[in-house]
């Protein structure tokens, strides 16, 4: 069960766009259109941003969006806010050996 | 509106025992499966075990396997963790989280956590 790959950082200027990668394999996030998104700002639970790879709950702002090519989903940010600024993970369905779910380690967005 | 909410955190020494609960309300508790995910102080998040929407399944992630056992009451709307065998890299912030379905057939989108509870293995 290894984590998806994420970078550890990434940062922006207000008003640019950003986007985060999320790298698993053919078992995860290649073979399934179940991959998630969440933000988390420090000392508060996650929130889910997107879901099954492109698709926003209600509520979130349309400047996040989810896409995939392969085993590699991404996260794009565009008009970045201060408020932005958060940890963002992403996550998988997976089968292997038994159904669970892997994230990925998290990134570190910074708004400069 | 949906609320859940974690308890049963604390300290325990490495070996005990615990168990977590998480009390939900606002939504049919019957009706999805449910998930708990946790975060060690300063890392990332990780998932823990899932149950579907009626206890007939259960899975886990294989760091915990055989030492944890995920539960639910759906009469008192309340998810359980037992945790034994507690070994110190268990330390962590405890979610527990609603799966957006109740199946996990795939699945695995967490919708609304709890603000977890703290559970620390020292000895």
């Known amino acids: 069960q290894s984590a998806l790959t994420q970078p550890a950082s990434v940062s922006g200027s207000p008003g640019q766009s950003i986007t985060i990668s999320c790298t698993g394999t053919?078992?995860?996030?290649?073979?399934?259109?179940?991959v998630s998104w969440y933000q988390q700002h420090p000392g508060r639970a996650p929130k889910l941003m997107i879901y099954d790879v492109s698709n926003r709950p209600s509520g979130v702002s349309n400047r996040f969006s989810g896409s995939k090519s392969g085993n590699t989903a991404s996260l794009t940010i565009s008009g970045l806010q201060a408020e932005d600024e958060a940890d963002y993970y992403c996550s998988s369905y997976t089968s292997g050996s038994t159904r669970h779910v892997v994230f990925g380690g998290g990134t570190k967005l910074t708004v400069l | 509106q949906v609320q859940l909410v974690e308890s049963g955190g604390g300290v325990v020494q490495p070996g005990r025992s615990l168990r977590l609960s998480c009390a939900a309300s606002?939504?049919?508790?019957?009706?999805?499966?449910m998930h708990w995910v946790r975060q060690a102080p300063g890392k990332g998040l990780e998932w823990v075990a899932v149950?579907?929407?009626?206890?007939?399944?259960?899975y886990y992630a294989d760091s915990v396997k055989g030492r944890f056992t995920i539960s639910r009451d759906n009469s008192k709307n309340t998810l359980y963790l037992q945790m034994n065998s507690l070994r110190d890299d268990d330390s962590a912030v405890y979610y527990c989280?609603?799966?957006?379905?109740?199946?996990?057939?795939?699945?695995?989108?967490?919708?609304?956590w709890g603000q977890g509870t703290l559970v620390t293995v020292s000895s």
């Open positions: 606002g939504f049919t508790f019957s009706s999805y499966a």
């Open positions: 149950i579907l929407y009626d206890g007939s399944n259960k």
């Open positions: 053919s078992s995860d996030v290649g073979g399934y259109n179940f």
């Open positions: 989280a609603r799966d957006v379905g109740c199946c996990f057939t795939p699945g695995g989108h967490f919708d609304y």
